[in-house]
Structures are given as C-alpha cells and as structure tokens.
C-alpha cells in the first residue's frame, strides 16, 4: 500500500530555477528518505530525515518534516538538466518491520 | 555506482515459468532488501534479510521466496509466474537493519510473455 503521496506528479520548470516537491503520509514514522530515479535504473539516495529533526540540508538539497502535519518537502535549488528524475519520498516506521514505503513519485523535468 | 550488484539486467520467459534473480549488496551491508516496481503499483517492499535471516515481510506473493547465504549475497526466487510478474525488481542494501539509506541496484527487469 502507498504511504507517502508525492504532489505535484509532474513538475517542469526552467533550467536555474528552485523545484518543490512535497509528500504526505498517514501514519506515524521513525524517518523519512527522499530518492531520485533516472528512467530505467535504480533509486539514488539524497536525503534521511529523522522524526525529531525539522530540516536537513544536502548540497543544493533542503528537506523538511512537520510530523504534526505529517508531511515533508524536498526543495532543489539553481535546478540543473541534470535534475530531470523522478523523486520518491519513502518513509519507514519503527524499527524498520516494513521496509521502506514509497509514493507514486514526482516527475521533474528541467528545461534548458 | 551504488556498489550493490543485481544479475540478470533483463529476463524474458514465459507464463508457468520458474526465475531466480540475484544480487550482492555492498560491501559491509548486512541488510538485503527486495522492490517490485510496476506501473501499475509502483514501488512495493517485498521482503528483507539481515545477516543472513528473514527479518521482514512485505507485500510478496506466496509463488515467491527470497534468501540470504553466509556471503550476505541474496537471491529472489519466483516461480509460476503470471503476466502480473512482468516488472522491476530492485534490490537494496543498508549497513544495519533499519533508520538507515538504503542502497539500490539497477535492478532485473522481468518480461513474462
């Protein structure tokens, strides 16, 4: 079943430009992980985000967790082609007894 | 690279058949995870091993089974299989079991013809 959901689904923006994508989830979680998914191949890793920690910062990456609204986003900076993925939010509760549940994902595309 | 390796990259076989598909998770990783990926359900956790036992079960259909051998590399067998089967299948490590990044493979992508 899909914990997180990903909005927008698909999001094109300018070469340079900031890109937002948020995730719901519905239950309470022990962290949430943000990954990116170039066509056909497998998931990157870019971010771990704890339940007590509000905002976590990686390179031209910024995500953040409100647990009370159960949700997060995940912010790209001075977005480059090179950014076109998609971008999962998955999020793991306690002790990790699920694995990890994704969303449907975001589809960023990055105009030259 | 992620350091996790997955073999075969593309399997085709048909309706009723029998696969195995395997992977060897990074170096110092003691957690195996399984993904199904499919357009239909997305990305769904089927099952993960630590250090060599089942630790945790997903969303994986009985015709499947997984394993971990002494070596930590893991294999994840379906057999009779269904058109439904056709997808990808991710593996993924992590140093320990769980509050940890998980590290994907490329994966195997299954054609059921």
């Known amino acids: 079943s899909q914990q997180g959901e990903e909005d927008p689904q698909a999001l094109s923006i300018q070469e340079g430009e900031n890109a937002t994508m948020n995730c719901s989830y519905k239950t309470s979680i022990n962290n949430l992980q943000w990954y990116r998914q170039n066509s056909g191949r497998g998931l990157v890793h870019l971010i771990l985000?704890?339940?007590?920690?509000r905002e976590k910062h990686s390179g031209r990456l910024r995500v953040t967790l409100d647990t009370s609204k159960k949700s997060s986003s995940l912010l790209i900076t001075a977005s480059r082609a090179a950014d076109t993925a998609s971008y999962f939010c998955a999020t793991e509760v306690g002790g990790g007894a699920d694995g990890l549940t994704f969303g449907k994902g975001t589809h960023l595309i990055i105009q030259p | 690279d992620s350091g996790v390796t997955q073999t075969p990259k593309h399997l085709i076989t048909a309706t009723g058949q029998r696969v195995t598909l395997r992977c060897s998770p990074r170096?110092?990783?003691?957690?195996v995870y399984w993904y199904q990926q499919s357009l239909d359900q997305g990305l769904q956790f089927l099952i993960q091993y630590y250090n060599g036992e089942e630790r945790a079960k997903g969303n994986i259909l009985e015709r499947f089974s997984a394993q971990q051998f002494p070596d930590l590399h893991s294999e994840l067998n379906l057999s009779s299989l269904e058109l439904g089967d056709s997808a990808l299948y991710f593996c993924?490590?992590?140093?320990?079991?769980?509050?940890?990044?998980?590290?994907f493979g490329d994966g195997t992508r299954l054609s059921i013809l």
């Open positions: 985000i704890r339940s007590n920690e």
């Open positions: 993924a490590s992590s140093l320990r079991q769980d509050d940890q990044p998980q590290h």
């Open positions: 170096s110092g990783d003691l957690s």
